[in-house]
């Protein structure tokens, strides 16, 4: 961690004070070269019997630790010889060609190691250096600048700690590109909602590699088989996926999943999300979870201060018409002169939601722009063969939308959207529980058991941008039609078949990429949740003053 802290101390802050950590290559190779000396082999002779004895000893993996200094090492290689003791560090890459041999956090590394040594009376004249890539060997100086610069490095982290305020992100630094925590960092983007002119590197958001495993036939069996999860489903036919590209998985219905498999994703700290058979959500397991205690705390605070949930819920809402009005800009089917009123009453009601002075008075705004919304959505339908059926004088047909119902939905457009809103849940948790945050404790909608407030809070500005957007895109694409819908005094559903499809359409937006409006970057919409759920945890620990929501154009 003082390693880390010389190098960033933004860094070792968000690995030692918040408990952050995500794998990358450099990581996986890093843990790869110190297998080699991971196996401790004998310990170190006492100094008295080091003195004594003139062969060579050398100690791996020898953890030591001080009170005085208030530090714990693990040392890689303990060299003693001719009564005194080389600490020996190893690391991955290629020796740098640096005036003093390797860069100051290395050597203040090497350099607290040395001193551990020393406070058990061991002599230790140098340390080194192994570069595992390049085969060479550098020798540390350990001076008096040296040593006094190590100390002062575990006394800085400490305190920064200590006063719980995390330092200021690295400004267009080189660091940053191969760092590890980059996307929980998010330096460039940190600066620049902080008013920088520089435009963010898109080094935080990285490929999708991983992808949702969702399960839907009936019947079906989630199985371990080695590094690759098995699916059994006598309808579909057996198929098997790698554990590595698997993000999430999600159960509809009656499928089960075998306890290997459950162990296994939960090592990997992958979750399982289990929905009905109609595509409600359920819950989530997963393993261990986030260890970033701090995060929750400032949640938790935030969320007993009426005053600061007041002020996120007008944003939220507003945030929410703001993308409503663009969903009917974009898609608006009929006469100019209704949009033209559609969009003015949103307008007025997201204007509104600056005055309210009270939460029960937001959702009544928010309540209002949503029948407006939904009067108007009819007239953002177009499935194939519209006109003919309008000929005919049978209007939409199955696809004719009043107005939102649920519980159950009683036609095909509102069961589609309720199916929407619960898988975008499910992805809204996963996201926040990744970051750290609880997602049952919210600051708009009322915590209740089993209820993922805060999902919920953050999922409003998303409704219509993903849920409501693939419902339209699926209608009026034909990508459902109306056979895929059964319907019975208890509601409208989608059949197997149709789900299937619909679920399908729903990820493959979560997979389309956007260009960020505050950014300028591109990312998928899938990734696009968990960066709002990390400036989220940024805007909660009080490093932004406003969380700041995405507004597409």
């Given at each position: ?168 992100p690295l400004s267009d630094s080189p660091k940053c590109p191969r760092c590890a925590l980059v996307s929980i960092c998010l330096p460039d983007e940190m600066r620049a909602l902080g ?359």
């Amino acid at each position: 961690m003082v390693n880390e802290f010389v190098y960033c101390p933004r860094l070792a802050y968000l690995m030692w004070g918040q408990a952050e950590w995500a794998e990358t290559g450099d990581t996986v190779d890093g843990r790869r070269v110190h297998a080699l000396v991971d196996r401790p082999n004998k310990p170190l002779p006492d100094p008295e019997a080091l003195e004594a004895d003139d062969n060579k000893v050398v100690s791996r993996s020898l953890t030591l630790s001080s009170e005085k200094l208030g530090v714990i090492a693990k040392i890689d290689i303990a060299e003693a010889e001719d009564g005194a003791v080389t600490p020996v560090d190893y690391k991955r890459g290629k020796r740098p060609h640096v005036a003093k041999g390797a860069y100051e956090p290395e050597r203040v590394q090497v350099c607290l190691q040395a001193l551990l040594l020393e406070e058990r009376g061991y002599k230790v004249e140098e340390g080194a250096i192994w570069y595992v890539e390049s085969r060479e060997r550098v020798r540390i100086v350990l001076d008096d600048e040296l040593r006094l610069a190590a100390r002062e490095a575990v006394s800085r982290l400490r305190l920064t700690v200590a006063h719980g305020r995390i330092p200021p992100p690295l400004s267009d630094s080189p660091k940053c590109p191969r760092c590890a925590l980059v996307s929980i960092c998010l330096p460039d983007e940190m600066r620049a909602l902080g008013g920088s002119d520089l435009a963010p590197r898109p080094i935080a958001i990285g490929a999708d590699e991983a992808l949702p495993l969702v399960v839907q036939s009936q019947r079906a069996r989630v199985s371990k088989e080695g590094e690759t999860l098995k699916v059994a489903d006598e309808e579909q036919g057996d198929t098997t996926v790698r554990l590595n590209d698997v993000s999430d998985v999600a159960l509809f219905g009656n499928v089960s999943i075998t306890t290997p498999a459950l162990a296994a994703l939960m090592d990997r700290e992958i979750p399982v999300a289990f929905h009905s058979h109609g595509g409600w959500f359920r819950g989530i397991a997963h393993g261990i979870g986030h260890r970033n205690v701090e995060v929750r705390t400032a949640q938790y605070q935030r969320s007993f201060d009426p005053t600061y949930c007041l002020a996120f819920a007008r944003d939220l809402v507003a945030a929410k018409i703001v993308n409503q009005r663009t969903i009917v800009r974009r898609n608006w089917r009929g006469d100019r002169e209704p949009r033209k009123a559609v969009l003015d009453r949103l307008n007025a009601a997201r204007r509104s939601t600056k005055r309210a002075t009270a939460v029960s008075a937001l959702l009544g705004l928010e309540g209002d722009a949503a029948a407006t919304y939904f009067r108007a959505y009819s007239d953002l339908l177009a499935p194939p063969g519209l006109k003919e059926s309008a000929e005919a004088g049978t209007g939409l047909a199955p696809f004719r939308f009043d107005a939102r119902n649920r519980r159950p939905p009683s036609d095909p457009v509102n069961a589609m959207l309720s199916l929407a809103y619960a898988m975008l849940t499910r992805h809204l948790t996963v996201a926040l529980a990744t970051v750290g945050l609880d997602p049952y404790r919210g600051f708009f909608h009322a915590p209740r058991y089993g209820k993922p407030a805060l999902a919920l809070d953050v999922m409003e500005p998303f409704r219509p941008i993903i849920a409501d957007s693939v419902v339209l895109s699926a209608v009026n694409t034909g990508e459902v039609s109306p056979r895929d819908f059964v319907s019975a005094p208890t509601g409208t559903s989608l059949t197997q078949a149709g789900r299937r499809r619909f679920v399908g359409a729903f990820e493959r937006r979560l997979s389309q990429e956007t260009t960020h409006p505050l950014f300028g970057y591109r990312l998928s919409m899938r990734r696009l949740l968990l960066l709002q759920a990390r400036l989220l945890c940024r805007h909660l620990l009080g490093e932004l003053p406003d969380y700041p929501h995405y507004l597409p154009r």
